[in-house]
C-alpha cells in the first residue's frame, strides 16, 4: 500500500480506517501466540500504529497554527485498543483454548 493513499484527502477517513483495519491490523498481528514481545517491540508495534493514525485523521489547525494530534486524541478519536493490548487479549484467549 502506497503512503500517499493515507495522506490523500480525497479517500475519507472512514475508508482509510477500515482499510488499516483489515490490512495492517492483520498483518501486524499474524501468528501473534507465538510472538515473544519484548518491552522494545512493543513501543515500536504502537509507534507505528500511531503513526498510520496520524496520517489517516491529519493535523488539526487550531488557533491559527497547524498541530499533530496527541497519543490521547488519536485513541479518543479511534475507540479502539492499541496494537498490543489487542495482541494481549488475544494471547489470553488462545491459552483459555489451549488449556
Excluded at 53 to 61: M, S, T
Excluded at 80 to 93: D, F, G, N, Q, S
Aim: glycine share 2%; proline share 2%; with cysteine.
Amino acid at each position: 500500500m502506497d503512503r500517499k493513499f493515507f495522506k490523500n484527502k480525497n479517500i475519507s477517513k472512514k475508508l482509510k480506517s477500515r482499510l488499516k483495519n483489515t490490512t495492517i491490523d492483520r498483518t501486524l498481528t499474524y501468528a501473534l501466540e507465538n510472538w515473544t514481545l519484548t518491552e522494545r517491540n512493543r513501543k515500536r508495534l504502537n509507534i507505528f500504529e500511531r503513526k498510520v493514525y496520524r496520517r489517516i485523521l491529519c493535523p488539526v489547525y487550531e488557533n491559527e497554527n497547524w498541530r499533530i494530534l496527541t497519543n490521547k486524541e488519536i485513541y479518543a478519536s479511534v475507540k479502539k485498543p492499541a496494537v498490543t493490548e489487542t495482541v494481549r487479549l488475544t494471547r489470553l484467549r488462545w491459552f483459555g483454548h489451549v488449556q
